[in-house]
């Protein structure tokens, strides 16, 4: 018997786990329908930036006053900042949500792309118009401002998920970044504001140094597999702790066993961007044929009977989560 892999993320019934996560290529349409053909469950665009959501009022207001035209400066700022790095302004975002809406049958979930609260959050309300399904938050931010608290970061990004969630009737899910002082507390506030889903984890970008140079250079390497220990032990901890949201394992899915860890560990969705930048759409056919095949092996005949199987919440010794298994890592180290 063939194992059935359909699960439901944000309320939305999908055949398989596997989701494209936000990248540049999905920012293409014929990427996306590739994406589909190869069996994606759902497509993630792109996001759109708070920046070039501001930068295109900030045109228009400019553009009213006439005074874009004293500032040359002005001119070459504006446009670059307003398409994003993806080319893809706010109005041709919206059109690229209605155009893969109406190309694909499979859910399109928009990406929102911004740090503080003010008036781009409203923008949610045009990508929904524009036929989104959903709606993934990724609030993105390094708190280098020293006189900022913990809680006044974590305040800052609860009335961000509360303003997006009140503007629109579909789901938000929120891309979490990993370095907050207690995630899964803080997880669960965000579901208490109106996150439908948690998406573990948003993957930081660092610079690196040109030592010749003696200068930072910006060069974004894809993911490794050692990058999901850390989404694989969050999604065990958040499962099933929840009854209003979905988990999503994203970061360092690479192979078909990957997914079965983060399906074990009790994701509903399962996301992965740099397998198929590094090895093309179809990668996720091999990614969904193994999950088939690990499943089919043990006679597992739907998701629901292996997910969470390996969480902290169905786990007999929790403490393989803990502080108890850091002492036990590196004993076995040591001794192996
Ligand atoms: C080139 C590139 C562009 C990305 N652009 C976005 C983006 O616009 N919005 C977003 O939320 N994530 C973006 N991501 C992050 C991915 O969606 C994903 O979360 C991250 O790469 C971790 O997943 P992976 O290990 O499968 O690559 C981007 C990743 C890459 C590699």
Not at 147 to 162: C, K, N, P, Q, T
Not at 231 to 239: K, N
Not at 310 to 336: F, G, P
Request: one cysteine or more; a negative charge; proline letters at 4%.
């Amino acid at each position: 018997m063939t194992p059935s892999l359909t699960t439901t993320y944000l309320g939305l019934q999908l055949k398989t786990p596997l989701v494209a996560s936000a990248s540049p290529a999905n920012a293409k349409l014929d990427h996306l329908r590739q994406l589909e053909d190869a069996g994606a469950a759902a497509v993630i665009l792109p996001s759109l930036f708070q920046e070039q959501i501001e930068a295109e009022g900030a045109l228009h207001e400019d553009l009213m006053s006439n005074s874009i035209n004293n500032s040359p400066e002005a001119q070459n700022y504006f446009p670059t900042s307003v398409s994003g790095p993806y080319g893809l302004g706010p109005e041709r975002y919206l059109e690229h949500v209605r155009r893969s809406r109406a190309a694909m049958s499979i859910p399109v979930i928009a990406s929102l792309n911004g740090s503080s609260k003010a008036g781009w959050v409203e923008y949610a309300k045009l990508l929904e118009q524009a036929g989104a399904v959903a709606i993934e938050l990724n609030m993105y931010h390094v708190p280098a401002d020293l006189l900022e608290s913990g809680r006044d970061v974590e305040a800052r990004y609860s009335a961000i998920v509360e303003a997006v969630c009140s503007c629109v009737a579909i789901p938000v899910s929120v891309k979490l970044t990993p370095y907050l002082s207690s995630i899964g507390h803080f997880a669960l506030t965000l579901v208490d504001q109106g996150a439908a889903g948690l998406v573990l984890f948003n993957r930081l970008l660092q610079p690196d140094m040109d030592l010749l140079k003696l200068r930072l250079v910006d060069s974004l390497e894809l993911s490794t597999p050692s990058e999901l220990r850390l989404p694989l032990l969050w999604t065990a901890i958040l499962s099933g702790r929840s009854k209003q949201a979905s988990l999503a394992t994203a970061t360092g899915i690479t192979t078909s066993h990957d997914v079965v860890k983060a399906i074990l560990a009790g994701a509903d969705a399962v996301m992965t961007t740099s397998a198929l930048l590094r090895d093309g759409a179809t990668e996720i056919t091999q990614l969904i044929d193994g999950l088939r095949r690990w499943m089919a092996e043990r006679e597992i005949v739907k998701l629901d009977d292996m997910r969470g199987m390996l969480s902290w919440q169905r786990s007999k010794d929790r403490s393989v989560y803990t502080r108890a298994n850091y002492i036990r890592i590196l004993d076995h180290y040591v001794h192996s």
